[in-house]
């Protein structure tokens, strides 16, 4: 056994905290890269033809989504020959009656179902809209259902809040903890902090945004702080959109005092990300790729697709086979190259391939 001297054991710290060359580090898989690759790859249950008609998240004039879309053709094309896809991307809002009037077998969403899309479902079907989850939504992209983040000022010296604080800010039923906040004193900041009054900043409560935030934070309560200043994206006279985040972050950039839901990619050097814990006692957890795919951020977000599959019915074997692939090593990776959505965990993959059987 070779014996390692003070001296080459310095060496061999000191070699082991250089940076790797630039071919070496382009070696090492991204951590989405190594989930997806410990996926099951597609094999289909039985071939199917025909045409699936997909409804859903996406845009005319932009081709964000179009673009993921091509990508699962292309792959699904490579096991189903004689299926054809037709794909009609007019948004989120066209998803779910695009399936209960029958002129869709495909919805894919842009981001979690709102209960007034169910409710509507349920009217018409006299059931509930059948939903598989197929990704996870983005660290910071936009359209890609990006992590919702909160900040605070850079010279507050809060690191992490729970989601039961959050809801005692932002809210004001306070479903989560036993009393409202709304100064920084009672989240245990002393000195100048004490006494000043929080001020929260964020989308409109009837943003998409604010109504994931009334389900997954305030636990269904739609009565908010009356302090909170909402934003909403506004369109600048050259055409170019001032975007809420972005409005929301610059807002706290000039209040010490403030806090503030956004996103990432809006972020400057005024303020700071705040790791969340679910509970208290739990281990916060700052927005990171691996923290989404994991599911360990309190408020990860999942995107999911919709089929109209009546209760006791097995799912009609076009679109069990387009989601069976969708949740293959190769969907997933179909996710993974065109860089919007992450993947999901192995773990979640299985538990939706479950609900397909």
Same mark, same amino acid.
């Not at 008609?53 to 993921?68: A, D, E, K, T, V």
């Not at 990704?135 to 809040?161: E, K």
């Not at 100064?183 to 245990?188: A, F, S, V, Y």
């Given at each position: 056994?070779?014996?390692?001297?003070?001296?080459?054991?310095?060496?061999?710290?000191?070699?082991?905290?250089?940076?790797?060359?630039?071919?070496?580090?382009?070696?090492?898989?991204?951590?989405?890269?190594?989930?997806?690759?410990?996926?099951?790859?597609? &094999?289909?249950?039985?071939?199917? =033809?025909?045409?699936?008609?997909?409804?859903?998240?996406? =845009?005319?004039?932009?081709?964000?989504?179009?673009?993921? +879309?091509?990508?699962?053709?292309?792959?699904?094309?490579?096991?189903?020959?004689?299926?054809?896809?037709?794909?009609?991307?007019?948004?989120?809002?066209?998803?779910?009656?695009?399936?209960?009037?029958?002129?869709?077998?495909?919805?894919?969403?842009?981001?979690?179902?709102?209960?007034?899309?169910?409710?509507?479902?349920?009217?018409?079907?006299?059931?509930?809209?059948?939903?598989?989850?197929?990704?996870?939504? =983005?660290?910071?992209? &936009?359209?890609?259902?990006?992590?919702?983040?909160?900040?605070?000022?850079?010279? @507050?010296?809060?690191?992490?809040?729970?989601?039961?604080?959050?809801?005692?800010?932002?809210?004001?039923?306070?479903?989560?903890?036993?009393? @409202?906040?709304?100064?920084?004193?009672?989240?245990?900041?002393?000195?100048?902090?004490?006494?000043?009054?929080?001020?929260?900043?964020?989308?409109?409560?009837?943003?998409?945004?604010?109504?994931?935030?009334?389900?997954?934070?305030?636990?269904? =309560?739609?009565?908010?702080?009356?302090?909170?200043?909402?934003?909403?994206?506004?369109?600048?006279?050259?055409?170019?959109?001032?975007?809420?985040?972005?409005?929301?972050?610059?807002?706290?950039?000039? %209040?010490?005092?403030?806090?503030?839901?956004?996103?990432? &990619?809006?972020?400057?050097?005024?303020?700071?990300?705040?790791?969340?814990?679910?509970?208290?006692?739990?281990?916060? +957890?700052?927005?990171?790729?691996? @923290?989404?795919?994991?599911?360990?951020?309190?408020?990860?977000?999942?995107?999911?697709?919709?089929? %109209?599959?009546?209760?006791?019915?097995?799912?009609?074997?076009?679109?069990?086979?387009?989601?069976?692939?969708?949740?293959?090593?190769?969907?997933?990776?179909?996710?993974?190259? %065109?860089?919007?959505?992450?993947?999901? @965990?192995?773990?979640? +993959?299985?538990?939706?391939?479950?609900?397909?059987?």
């Amino acid at each position: 056994m070779k014996i390692l001297t003070p001296r080459s054991f310095l060496a061999t710290l000191v070699l082991a905290a250089l940076p790797l060359p630039a071919q070496e580090r382009a070696a090492v898989p991204s951590y989405e890269q190594r989930v997806v690759d410990a996926m099951p790859a597609y &094999r289909p249950e039985q071939i199917v =033809s025909g045409t699936i008609r997909l409804w859903g998240h996406g =845009s005319f004039s932009r081709p964000f989504m179009r673009r993921l +879309v091509a990508r699962w053709k292309t792959g699904f094309a490579k096991f189903h020959p004689d299926c054809k896809i037709d794909e009609e991307l007019y948004g989120t809002s066209s998803a779910i009656p695009a399936l209960w009037l029958g002129v869709g077998d495909i919805a894919i969403l842009g981001e979690e179902i709102l209960p007034e899309a169910v409710e509507t479902f349920e009217r018409v079907k006299h059931y509930a809209p059948f939903g598989i989850e197929i990704a996870t939504g =983005s660290v910071d992209v &936009r359209n890609f259902d990006y992590a919702q983040m909160f900040f605070v000022h850079r010279d @507050n010296p809060l690191a992490s809040l729970t989601l039961a604080q959050l809801d005692a800010i932002f809210g004001a039923e306070h479903r989560r903890g036993p009393v @409202n906040i709304r100064t920084w004193g009672q989240l245990g900041l002393t000195g100048e902090w004490a006494d000043r009054p929080i001020t929260p900043y964020g989308w409109r409560i009837d943003d998409s945004f604010g109504i994931y935030l009334e389900a997954a934070l305030l636990e269904g =309560s739609h009565r908010w702080n009356n302090a909170l200043r909402e934003f909403s994206h506004i369109t600048r006279p050259d055409g170019t959109i001032y975007d809420h985040g972005q409005q929301a972050l610059d807002a706290l950039g000039a %209040d010490r005092y403030g806090i503030a839901v956004s996103n990432l &990619r809006y972020a400057g050097p005024d303020v700071k990300p705040l790791a969340l814990a679910a509970r208290a006692g739990a281990t916060a +957890v700052a927005v990171t790729k691996e @923290n989404l795919i994991t599911q360990s951020y309190p408020l990860t977000r999942l995107i999911p697709a919709f089929i %109209d599959r009546p209760p006791g019915s097995p799912v009609e074997p076009k679109a069990r086979e387009f989601l069976r692939y969708l949740l293959s090593r190769e969907g997933q990776q179909d996710i993974v190259n %065109d860089g919007g959505y992450l993947p999901l @965990n192995t773990d979640a +993959v299985a538990a939706e391939l479950k609900k397909l059987q």
